[in-house]
C-alpha cells in the first residue's frame, strides 16, 4: 500500500513538472514576441527641448502616454535645430541602420520661414520619402504638416501651406495636418520667442499627436 502511495505521489510530482515546464516554455515564447517598436521623430528646433529640459519634448510626453496606455514604443527624438528639408535630405542616410517602425516627418517650419522655393521643399521631401521606402518598405510614414499666416506673403503661405496635403495625396501618406494646432500664437503655451513651445504647449501636441496616431490605426499593441 505504502509502495502505491509512493508511485502515485512520485507520477504526480512528474505530472506537475511537465505542466510547469510547458507553461514556463509558453510564457517565455510569448515574452520573446513582445518586441519593442521604433517611432523616429524628425524635425528641427521644435521637435527638440529647445530652452527646456528633454523629456519636456513632444517625443518624451507621447512617449509616456504611450507606455501609460500599454503600447510597446520607444519614441526617438532626431532632431537638429534650424534643418530645412533639404538639410534633412542631406543627413537621411544616418537613420538607415535603424529599425523604425514609425517615421514622423515634419520638416517645414524653416523653409517657410526663410521663403525657400516651396517647389524645390516638395522635392526634398518627396526625395526624403522615397528614401524611407525604398529602404524600409515596412515602415508607416506620417507626415505632419505647418501652416504659415496666410496674411503672411499671401501667394507664398497659399502655396506652401497646400504642399503637405499635395505630398500626402502622392504618397498616400497619412497627413497631421497642423502641427501646432491649439498651440500656435497661445502666449501660455509658448516659450517668450512665441514660436517654441513650453512645457504646457508641448503636453498637448504630444495629446493631439497620440489621439492621431490611435485614430489612424497607426500605433498597435
Request: with cysteine; hydrophobic share 45%; charged share 25%.
Amino acid at each position: 500500500m505504502i509502495k502505491k502511495i509512493f508511485i502515485l505521489l512520485f507520477v504526480s510530482m512528474i505530472l506537475v513538472s511537465c505542466w510547469n515546464a510547458n507553461n514556463t516554455s509558453d510564457f517565455s515564447e510569448d515574452k520573446k514576441e513582445i518586441v519593442e517598436k521604433n517611432i523616429l521623430a524628425l524635425w528641427d528646433s521644435i521637435t527638440a527641448w529647445y530652452n527646456l529640459d528633454l523629456s519636456q519634448a513632444y517625443p518624451a510626453q507621447m512617449q509616456e502616454l504611450l507606455k501609460n496606455d500599454w503600447y510597446n514604443y520607444k519614441v526617438i527624438n532626431a532632431w537638429v535645430s534650424g534643418d530645412t528639408s533639404k538639410n534633412l535630405l542631406d543627413r537621411i542616410e544616418l537613420y538607415d541602420d535603424l529599425k523604425i517602425d514609425i517615421y514622423m516627418l515634419t520638416i517645414w517650419w524653416n523653409d517657410g520661414l526663410r521663403r525657400q522655393s516651396v517647389i524645390t521643399m516638395k522635392e526634398n521631401i518627396s526625395q526624403i520619402i522615397d528614401h524611407l521606402e525604398a529602404i524600409n518598405p515596412d515602415a508607416q510614414i506620417v507626415l505632419s504638416g505647418m501652416q504659415m499666416p496666410i496674411n503672411l506673403w499671401w501667394n507664398y503661405s497659399k502655396e506652401f501651406n497646400k504642399s503637405y496635403w499635395e505630398l500626402s495625396e502622392k504618397y498616400n501618406l497619412p497627413l497631421y495636418a497642423f502641427f501646432l494646432e491649439w498651440v500656435a500664437k497661445d502666449s501660455n503655451l509658448n516659450l517668450s520667442d512665441g514660436i517654441h513651445p513650453n512645457k504646457a504647449g508641448y503636453k498637448i501636441i504630444a495629446e493631439n499627436l497620440y489621439e492621431f496616431l490611435e485614430d489612424e490605426d497607426i500605433i498597435q499593441k
